[in-house]
């Protein structure tokens, strides 16, 4: 079936360090990914979008690459800020758009923590 | 940027008692979903919603779920009777086709006791 796999349950770094977040998922096709944020107390976010038309995405400072070879969407940053903690979700799309009505199926969360 | 609103943000209940969960989407929007999180989980789809009807639904949308949107007003998740495995954060989502953003709303933790 679909799935997503974050295997970094949390990640602490101090401002201005590299951040890199991996994520690899399993489905037939070419999916939809993205990674979506959540801060505290709120809802998850569009954070980013790749599709297998442009393979790369990027918002804020965020990259993430979509390596169909790897089945692999890995999330970085080059340099992190204290405001960037939150939980980071590698989501699924939909492999065709209309039929499933857009049903996104989330990876278990990273949460990051950055120091001052 | 839009906005997807539900009340109340909280819900302490009785197990076997009747709940309705409010959300209130974005005003353009067509499709609606509800996910479920528990603490400490993923964050798990329930069932999307179009045009008055359920589109698909997951595993976890049980015979004791219903959701609706009567005339425009708000889109709810209703359950009855709740049962403690129920005891979640849900959260409201809407995008205003298949292939847009889906813009999710603070959720609403239900503690069902």
């Known amino acids: 079936g679909n799935s997503v796999t974050q295997m970094q349950g949390q990640v602490t770094l101090s401002e201005e360090e590299f951040l890199f977040i991996n994520c690899t998922y399993s489905?037939?096709?070419?999916?939809?990914l993205f990674w979506y944020v959540q801060y505290p107390g709120e809802g998850p976010q569009l954070l980013l979008k790749?599709?297998?038309?442009?393979n790369k995405g990027s918002s804020r400072g965020f990259e993430a690459t979509y390596d169909k070879g790897t089945t692999s969407f890995h999330l970085q940053k080059a340099s992190v800020q204290e405001s960037d903690s939150a939980v980071y979700y590698c989501?699924?799309?939909?492999?065709?758009?209309?039929?499933?009505?857009?049903?996104?199926?989330f990876g278990t969360g990273t949460l990051l923590s950055v120091k001052p | 940027g839009p906005k997807v609103l539900q009340i109340p943000s909280h819900q302490i209940i009785d197990m076997g008692q009747m709940v309705t969960l409010n959300c209130d989407p974005v005003?353009?929007?067509?499709?609606f979903y509800w996910y479920k999180q528990i603490l400490g989980q993923q964050m798990e789809f329930l069932v999307n919603?179009?045009?008055?009807?359920?589109?698909?639904k997951s595993k976890l949308f049980k015979d004791q779920f219903s959701v609706e949107r009567p005339d425009g007003s708000y889109f709810t998740l209703k359950i009855q009777p709740t049962a403690l495995e129920d005891s979640a954060v849900y959260f409201c989502?809407?995008?205003?086709?298949?292939?847009?953003?889906?813009?999710f709303g603070k959720g609403t933790r239900l503690t069902v006791v």
């Open positions: 989502a809407s995008s205003r086709d298949t292939n847009t953003e889906v813009f």
């Open positions: 489905t037939t096709g070419y999916p939809t």
């Open positions: 790749v599709t297998t038309a442009n």
């Open positions: 989501v699924l799309g939909p492999l065709y758009y209309g039929g499933s009505g857009n049903k996104l199926i």
């Open positions: 005003s353009n929007h067509l499709y």
């Open positions: 919603f179009y045009n008055g009807k359920v589109m698909e």
